[in-house]
């Protein structure tokens, strides 16, 4: 009998250790502090030039601009990893069939080429709206259901594509900022669907860490409605964007709403410049309003200008309205059993210039703006990964060739 009791431990010792081993770790194998996002496209081809190999090839496009040296450079100033975005849609699109397993090999060129370069690496899935030069976006695969289920697949194939990469070294979010959920009551489509992509990419890569998120561009209060539990795996870091307050990191966007391209000029903070100083730029953007926005929309417009330079016209104001998405995630985190270290800020930072608009931001403004919420960032705990390279909110590239004023880079430099 007491053999029996002994080979009855014994085993369930052994089936326990299986079990074990059967679970994922309990951290995420990838670790990262600070970071950077690449840019996603620089020449914005349209859709119908994406069977063109020259057009679309290297994959993404940002290996036709930048090489090893630009990329030993961002660590040389004190990143250790790059979020890289790949837009789905060209593997989304009729037009690449040709050539799509020639666009997951350049993926994966372009992932070992940053960690050549000493720098570790998150793939991430990077939708965008669809419009007059592509068919495919975000919209389409959130309303359509062939159209969730081939995006699903392109996850799934991508993180094959990534599965035998060292997991200390690659990471993979399946999908950025999902437009979903974004009524009051935020209920309800995305943790499901959420839960699919994450099937998907584990069946496939099943030792990288999944970056996973909320809904609603990615927002730190869909974050919080988030329940962790869902997902059975500890292989995770979750994710949330940042850009309080959007009235000063967006200024002049053409592309975010209909109130935001009125706006420019206004310093960071409000408080930076003399109360009247402030006033006549207001007095500006004002008159902007009164002369291009359709008449209709004009009263509703000017109230909200006043609504929003209210809730940031003091210091005070506006440290709780930049407090407020990293307590908020702090209290779901601890809330949840999820460690610091498995939070990142995926996404912040100022505006520089709009495409197309001759106001560019002043660069002290920006480097301030970024290092306060790096300094919020660490102090909770969490890593963090400025937006962009280049572009409209470029650090380092301006646009046209052009480099972006170094202060912001400084700012970065200087946390060494």
């Given at each position: 009998?007491?053999?029996?009791?002994?080979?009855?431990?014994?085993?369930?010792?052994?089936?326990?250790?299986?079990?074990?081993?059967?679970?994922?770790?309990?951290?995420?194998?990838f670790?990262?502090?600070?970071?950077l996002?690449?840019?996603?496209?620089?020449?914005?081809?349209?859709?119908?030039?994406?069977?063109?190999?020259?057009?679309?090839?290297?994959?993404?496009?940002?290996r036709?601009?930048?090489?090893?040296?630009?990329?030993?450079?961002?660590?040389?100033?004190?990143?250790?990893?790059?979020?890289?975005?790949?837009?789905?849609?060209?593997?989304?699109?009729?037009?690449?069939?040709?050539?799509?397993?020639?666009?997951?090999?350049?993926?994966?060129?372009?992932?070992?080429?940053?960690?050549r370069?000493?720098?570790?690496?998150?793939?991430?899935?990077?939708?965008?709206?669809?419009?007059?030069?592509?068919?495919?976006?975000?919209?389409?695969?959130?309303?359509?259901?062939?159209?969730?289920?081939?995006?699903?697949e392109?996850?799934?194939?991508?993180?094959?594509?990534?599965?035998?990469?060292?997991?200390?070294?690659?990471?993979?979010?399946?999908?950025?900022?999902?437009?979903?959920?974004?009524?009051?009551?935020?209920?309800?489509?995305?943790?499901?669907?959420?839960?699919?992509?994450?099937?998907?990419?584990?069946?496939?890569?099943?030792?990288?860490?999944?970056?996973?998120?909320?809904?609603?561009?990615?927002?730190?209060?869909?974050?919080?409605?988030?329940?962790?539990?869902?997902?059975?795996?500890?292989?995770?870091?979750?994710?949330?964007?940042?850009?309080?307050?959007?009235?000063?990191?967006?200024?002049?966007?053409?592309?975010?709403?209909?109130?935001?391209?009125?706006?420019?000029?206004?310093?960071?903070?409000?408080?930076?410049?003399?109360?009247?100083q402030?006033?006549?730029?207001?007095?500006?953007?004002?008159?902007?309003?009164?002369?291009?926005?359709?008449?209709?929309?004009?009263?509703?417009?000017?109230?909200?200008?006043?609504?929003?330079?209210?809730?940031?016209?003091?210091d005070?104001?506006?440290r709780?309205?930049?407090d407020?998405?990293f307590?908020?995630?702090?209290?779901?985190?601890?809330?949840n059993?999820?460690?610091?270290?498995?939070?990142?800020?995926?996404?912040?930072?100022?505006?520089?210039?709009?495409?197309?608009?001759?106001?560019v931001?002043?660069?002290?403004?920006?480097?301030?703006?970024?290092?306060?919420?790096?300094?919020?960032?660490?102090?909770?705990?969490?890593?963090?990964?400025?937006?962009?390279?280049?572009?409209?909110?470029g650090?380092?590239?301006?646009?046209?060739?052009?480099?972006?004023?170094?202060?912001?880079?400084?700012?970065i430099?200087?946390?060494?």
């Amino acid at each position: 009998m007491a053999l029996l009791t002994v080979m009855i431990k014994t085993l369930m010792t052994a089936l326990l250790m299986l079990a074990a081993l059967a679970l994922p770790g309990q951290a995420a194998s990838f670790s990262m502090k600070r970071g950077l996002n690449l840019d996603q496209w620089t020449t914005w081809p349209g859709e119908d030039k994406w069977g063109d190999r020259q057009a679309i090839l290297p994959y993404p496009e940002w290996r036709k601009f930048l090489g090893d040296d630009d990329l030993k450079a961002l660590k040389s100033a004190g990143f250790d990893f790059l979020r890289m975005p790949v837009d789905p849609s060209p593997f989304l699109s009729g037009e690449t069939l040709a050539l799509r397993d020639e666009l997951y090999a350049s993926v994966l060129a372009s992932v070992r080429m940053i960690n050549r370069a000493g720098l570790k690496v998150i793939l991430d899935m990077h939708l965008i709206p669809s419009g007059s030069s592509r068919e495919i976006g975000m919209g389409e695969v959130m309303d359509d259901p062939q159209m969730f289920d081939a995006y699903v697949e392109t996850v799934r194939n991508m993180a094959r594509t990534l599965a035998n990469e060292d997991p200390r070294q690659v990471a993979f979010e399946p999908m950025n900022e999902p437009v979903i959920d974004c009524e009051a009551d935020g209920a309800g489509l995305w943790p499901e669907r959420q839960q699919k992509l994450f099937a998907a990419a584990r069946s496939s890569a099943t030792k990288l860490t999944l970056i996973l998120t909320g809904a609603c561009y990615s927002s730190a209060a869909s974050l919080a409605k988030i329940d962790p539990k869902a997902i059975p795996d500890d292989n995770v870091i979750w994710t949330f964007h940042s850009y309080e307050p959007f009235l000063l990191t967006h200024q002049g966007a053409t592309w975010a709403g209909d109130f935001i391209p009125y706006v420019t000029g206004l310093p960071y903070p409000l408080s930076a410049v003399p109360r009247a100083q402030l006033e006549a730029t207001l007095d500006t953007i004002r008159a902007r309003i009164k002369a291009e926005a359709p008449w209709a929309r004009q009263s509703g417009l000017l109230a909200y200008l006043y609504e929003q330079v209210a809730s940031l016209d003091t210091d005070e104001k506006l440290r709780e309205t930049m407090d407020a998405p990293f307590t908020r995630v702090e209290a779901w985190a601890k809330a949840n059993g999820i460690k610091p270290e498995n939070i990142t800020l995926g996404e912040f930072g100022m505006i520089r210039q709009e495409y197309g608009n001759p106001y560019v931001m002043p660069a002290e403004y920006r480097a301030a703006y970024v290092r306060d919420v790096i300094a919020r960032a660490e102090a909770h705990g969490f890593s963090w990964s400025v937006w962009s390279y280049g572009g409209a909110f470029g650090i380092i590239d301006a646009f046209d060739g052009d480099k972006a004023e170094p202060d912001v880079m400084d700012a970065i430099r200087s946390l060494h």
